[in-house]
């Protein structure tokens, strides 16, 4: 196979084992290019995602706690949720930040797009950097929310993240992109 060349895989047949609001899994049978057939690959379907590092003007690092059933841990974890539709991952980002913290404002700049595992999951999630927020409102969260906020200096944050305190690898990412990019 010549450098370039697509390694596209072709769908054969795929079939929705569970379709809910917040779990989709789909087992396709699919043929790779050298002709072989997998008859069972999995994907998990989500929307995209998106994530905020949030700095006030004086320089506090806007976190929210929440617990986490699936580790069953109380998780310290940046400003997180799900991009809908009809918004940009921008609009979306400061919608859950301002829903699930009350801040907002400031000058936003988005720093990657990540994927969880691009192997099984069909979903990106955008990471942004907003500077000099500052509180705007109080939470608005969902009825299955309980999230407190925390705020943070650089200092705390920068150990946390080297005594591994951090556990959301979808966070973690941004976290060290913006600590290696810093003046």
């Known amino acids: 196979m010549e450098q370039g060349e697509s390694k596209r895989w072709t769908t054969l047949k795929s079939e929705y084992l569970v379709k809910r ?10 043929q790779l290019p050298n002709g072989v057939i997998n008859d069972e690959y999995y994907v998990l379907e989500y929307p995209d995602w998106v994530n905020v590092i949030a700095i006030t003007a004086d320089g506090q690092f806007v976190f ?14 940046l400003c997180a949720g799900v991009a809908e539709p009809g918004e940009t991952p921008e609009q979306s980002a400061r919608r859950e930040l301002q829903e699930e913290t009350g801040y907002g404002g400031g ?13 099984t999951c069909n979903n990106i999630t955008h990471c942004f950097l907003a500077q000099g927020v500052e509180r705007i409102s109080s939470q608005h969260l969902d009825r299955t929310e309980d999230i407190d906020v925390v705020l943070l200096s650089r200092d705390q944050v920068k150990h946390m993240l080297e005594s591994d305190q ?7 990412a941004p976290l060290w992109r913006y600590f290696a990019q810093e003046v």
Do not use: F
């Open 21 to 30: 609001p917040w779990l989709t899994a789909r087992r396709d049978m699919v």
């Open 64 to 77: 929210v706690r929440q617990y986490r059933y699936g580790l069953g841990i109380d998780s310290v974890e």
């Open 107 to 119: 000058k936003w700049t988005k720093l990657m797009e990540i994927s969880q595992n691009p192997g």
């Open 166 to 172: 951090l556990k959301q690898a979808l966070m973690l």
